[in-house]
């Protein structure tokens, strides 16, 4: 079956740091990958996707390059904010049919100023 | 609406009781997914609605757990005989079609407290 693996939390950085959250899958098929946030108190937001090998995600100074040779998608950014404060999950869905979402356990990030 | 909406935000019961949880999805958006959140146990997938149908009900933890949707548009899900293993934040989320590659738009939660 599918799953995905997130690097445990938290992760404790400094303002304008530099973030890495490691996240690897494992997947039958071809899958589309997601970084989903959520903020304390809030639900989960889409934070950025890739449905295709070597595509790269990006949003709001976040990245992430789907990487089909170590089963891996990575999530990055340059130098983080406090308001980067979350928790950060990894999830994938198969691209055929319909497909439910399968999450990583998520990944805390602390960032302080 | 403009999101997915959930109410109530907070719940606490007792032990035993029975609890409906609502989830009100975007409009036009024909998938509607139910899942848990627990601490220690990332996401847990509960049920998916494709319309007023429920193809894959494979999450449910318990017989009494279950869920319904009518009118291709507002989910219930009511919990029977509520024990306090069933604490923990449920999310519903919606999409266009269902269709694997697009994503979900979640709603808030709701916090169930079982005392």
């Known amino acids: 079956g599918n799953s995905v693996t997130q690097m445990e939390g938290p992760v404790t950085l400094s303002e304008e740091a530099f973030l890495t959250i490691n996240c690897t899958y494992t997947a039958t098929g071809y899958p589309s990958l997601f970084w989903y946030v959520q903020y304390p108190g809030e639900g989960l937001q889409l934070l950025l996707k890739a449905t295709k090998a070597d595509d790269k995600g990006s949003n709001k100074g976040f990245e992430a390059t789907y990487r089909k040779e170590t089963t891996s998608f990575h999530l990055e950014k340059g130098s983080v904010q406090v308001s980067d404060s979350a928790v950060y999950f990894c999830a994938l869905s198969e691209n055929s049919g319909y497909s439910t979402l399968t999450f990583g356990k998520g990944t805390m990030l602390l960032v302080s100023p | 609406g403009a999101g997915v909406s959930q109410s109530p935000s907070n719940k606490v019961t007792e032990k035993g009781k029975d609890v409906e949880l609502r989830c009100d999805p975007i409009?036009?958006?024909?998938?509607l997914y139910w899942y848990r959140q627990s601490l220690g146990q990332g996401l847990e997938f509960l049920i998916y609605f494709q319309g007023n149908s429920a193809p894959d009900k494979s999450g449910l933890p318990s017989d009494r757990f279950s869920a319904e949707r009518t009118g291709g548009s507002v989910s219930t899900l009511t919990i029977q005989r509520t024990q306090q293993e069933d604490s923990a934040v449920y999310l519903c989320?919606?999409?266009?079609?269902?269709?694997?590659?697009?994503?979900?738009?979640f709603g808030s939660g709701t916090r169930l407290t079982v005392v």
């Open positions: 989320a919606s999409s266009p079609t269902g269709q694997g590659g697009i994503g979900y738009t």
């Open positions: 409009s036009g958006h024909t998938a």
